[in-house]
C-alpha cells in the first residue's frame, strides 16, 4: 500500500517543470540542437579488396556446381591476377565484370569495359 509521501512524490513528478527567463530560452535551445545535431555515424565495415554492395549492405556470393564450390572473392583474385600475367597493370583496374558459365567451367570477365579474358571457374 503506498503511503500519502509517495502519492505527492508521484504527483509531482508529473507535473511540467516551469522555468522563466534564460533557464526556459537555454532549454528550448538545448532541445533544438538535439534535434537539429547530425546523427551518430556508423564506422563502415571494413573493406576486403572485394566489395560487392546493394543500398550499402556488403553482398558477397558463393557459387556450387556439382562437386565443386568457388567465392565470388577467389574469382575476382583470379581475373586480377590473370590481367597481371597478361602483362596489364592491374593498379590500373576500376571496373570487373564477370560473367560465370558454370556449364562450360569458365569465368568470362571484361575489365575497363574494354579488355576482355576468361579464366577457368573452379
Known sequence: MLDKFEVSDAREAAEPVRMEGSAAAEAVRTEVEKETAEPARVEAPEKTGYCSELDG????????????????????????????????????????QVYLKPTDFTAYYVINNSYEGKIPLF
Open 57 to 96: 549492405i556488403e553482398v558477397d556470393f558463393e557459387l556450387q556446381y556439382r562437386e565443386h564450390e568457388t567465392d565470388m572473392k577467389d574469382i575476382a583474385k583470379r581475373v586480377q591476377e590473370d590481367y597481371a600475367r597478361r602483362g596489364n597493370d592491374a593498379s590500373g583496374i576500376r571496373l570487373i
